[in-house]
Every structure is written in structure tokens, then in C-alpha cells.
């Protein structure tokens, strides 16, 4: 199918304007394909997160600080620096950018969302290998994210995901919680 702005028009959640290839500390959450509890399982629980530890591979100069890994998501805490930059350096911000050929938006190089793409390609091909499920969807289009803006706020996240497992009988992400179907 044949990409279509007014068919295909998603509103993006992402900051306006704001250049993902930035010099800082995100939180991202990453949700399973269709909220499916797959991830339960202590195989696949480390698969994820030994795919978490290798976060640096899929974006320049990236580092995975504090991930947990839920029953049907994932959050995590990821730095960015592009390579030989340091936290005041400037980077010329990136423009929205629509591939010729696809007619889809290009995600830049060395971007959070660059980053998030290669983590959930690579955990994907090692859940379906682990369950045996090949080209099997694992993941939800898109993530959600947050900039972290200072240190208070980067420990309150922390503790966050630190915490998350043992609230797990409340998450609005727990299949427990949802409301019943009609």
C-alpha cells in the first residue's frame, strides 16, 4: 500500500521542533504488540534485557542506564551524546524529512527514535527466535518518551522503574485492569 499523508496521518507525540538527536537522558516505554503478556517468561525476560545492555550499538554514543522489563512493556532510561559533542556543544536541529521513494518519515541517524528502532528489530528477532514464532510482531508501532529535563527528575524516573514491578497489580498495562468486553 502506497503511503497516504491524509489517509495515513498519525499525530505525533513527539516535542514540535525539538531535535531527538540531542544530548541528553530519555525515558522511553515500548509496549508489546497488541499489550500481549509475552515477556513473562525468564528466557525472553533476558533476551531483552541482554538486548538492552547492547543499546549502544544502535545509535552513536548511546548508553542504557536503569530498565525494567514488564510483562508487556518495557522502560528505560537512555543517554544520548552525538559522537564528539559534548552537553553544551550545538547540533543543527533535524528536519521532518519524507523519503522519496516510500513517501515515509525518515528517522535520522544517531536519534532516540533511530535508537528505539534498532533495540526493538534486534529484541524482536531474539524473542521470536527464543519462542520459535519467526516475523512475528513483538512490538507496538511507535514508543512513548520523555525528555528528562533535570537530576530531580531523572532520580524520580529511576525510582519509577525501579519500582514499577511491585506495582504491578495496579498498572492500567496489567490485562487485570482493563474493562470488560462488551
Given at each position: 500500500?502506497?503511503?497516504?499523508?491524509?489517509?495515513?496521518?498519525?499525530?505525533?507525540?513527539?516535542?514540535?521542533?525539538?531535535d531527538y538527536r540531542r544530548y541528553g537522558a530519555y525515558f522511553?516505554?515500548?509496549?508489546?504488540?497488541?499489550?500481549?503478556?509475552?515477556?513473562?517468561?525468564e528466557y525472553v525476560r533476558d533476551a531483552i534485557l541482554m538486548?538492552?545492555?547492547?543499546?549502544?550499538?544502535?545509535?552513536?554514543?548511546?548508553?542504557?542506564?536503569?530498565?525494567?522489563?514488564?510483562?508487556?512493556?518495557?522502560?528505560?532510561?537512555?543517554?544520548?551524546?552525538?559522537?564528539?559533542?559534548?552537553?553544551?556543544?550545538?547540533?543543527?536541529?533535524?528536519?521532518?524529512?519524507?523519503?522519496?521513494?516510500?513517501?515515509?518519515?525518515?528517522?535520522?541517524?544517531?536519534?532516540?527514535?533511530?535508537?528505539?528502532?534498532?533495540?526493538?528489530?534486534?529484541?524482536?528477532?531474539?524473542?521470536?527466535?527464543?519462542?520459535?514464532?519467526?516475523?512475528?510482531?513483538?512490538?507496538?508501532?511507535?514508543?512513548?518518551?520523555?525528555?528528562?529535563?533535570?537530576?530531580?527528575?531523572?532520580?524520580?524516573?529511576?525510582?519509577?522503574?525501579?519500582?514499577?514491578?511491585?506495582?504491578?497489580?495496579?498498572?492500567?498495562?496489567?490485562?487485570?485492569?482493563?474493562?470488560?468486553?462488551m
Open positions: 500500500m502506497k503511503y497516504d499523508s491524509n489517509k495515513h496521518n498519525r499525530r505525533s507525540i513527539r516535542l514540535r521542533g525539538y522511553v516505554t515500548i509496549c508489546t504488540a497488541q499489550r500481549a503478556c509475552i515477556l513473562e517468561d538486548t538492552w545492555r547492547a543499546v549502544g550499538k544502535y545509535a552513536r554514543a548511546a548508553t542504557g542506564d536503569e530498565f525494567v522489563v514488564m510483562p508487556n512493556h518495557v522502560h528505560g532510561i537512555v543517554w544520548l551524546r552525538p559522537r564528539g559533542l559534548g552537553p553544551g556543544d550545538h547540533v543543527e536541529p533535524s528536519r521532518f524529512r519524507v523519503s522519496r521513494e516510500k513517501g515515509h518519515p525518515i528517522v535520522e541517524p544517531g536519534s532516540l527514535g533511530a535508537l528505539v528502532r534498532g533495540f526493538k528489530s534486534a529484541a524482536a528477532k531474539r524473542v521470536n527466535s527464543l519462542r520459535e514464532t519467526p516475523k512475528t510482531p513483538v512490538w507496538q508501532r511507535g514508543y512513548h518518551e520523555r525528555i528528562i529535563r533535570d537530576d530531580g527528575e531523572l532520580g524520580r524516573i529511576r525510582d519509577y522503574i525501579r519500582n514499577n514491578p511491585l506495582k504491578w497489580a495496579e498498572d492500567r498495562n496489567n490485562p487485570a485492569n482493563w474493562p470488560d468486553e
